[in-house]
């Protein structure tokens, strides 16, 4: 399974952002993804995840409301929208897929590289 993360970029707090991730993986609708940062000196977080459906999600608490996960089986695509961004949201964020369950993070077996996100003040 190859995953491929991009969307990032600069953004000015209160604003929005998309990133995507592309899958190379012809089953890909049968995986649960998930979104996954890293901040500087700080260790990676689980973010957001969706299951295989699209139709169940699962979120951090402070990214509650401003963030939705969602998925595109048909272009192997999953997607976060970031939006109402704050400072503390700049990290390098990843995504991966699982064979299990959308909301444990320790089940996430595949990963792609991440992207950059940063959000000025």
């Known amino acids: 399974v190859q995953l491929q993360a991009s969307g990032g970029g600069l953004v000015q707090a209160g604003g929005s952002l998309r990133l995507s991730c592309a899958v190379s993986?012809?089953?890909?609708?049968?995986?649960?993804m998930g979104w996954f940062r890293q901040a500087p000196g700080k260790e990676r977080e689980f973010v957001a995840g969706?299951?295989?459906?699209?139709?169940?999600?699962w979120y951090e608490d402070s990214v509650k409301g401003r963030f939705t996960i969602s998925r595109d089986n048909a272009k192997n695509t999953v997607f976060l929208q970031m939006s109402s961004v704050k400072p503390e949201d700049t990290a390098v964020y990843y995504c991966?897929?699982?064979?299990?369950?959308?909301?444990?993070?320790?089940?996430?077996?595949?990963w792609g590289q991440g992207t950059l996100v940063t959000v000025s003040s």
């Open positions: 993986e012809r089953t890909f609708s049968t995986y649960d």
């Open positions: 991966a897929a699982s064979r299990t369950d959308y909301r444990i993070a320790s089940l996430y077996d595949y």
């Open positions: 969706v299951g295989w459906s699209g139709l169940s999600t």
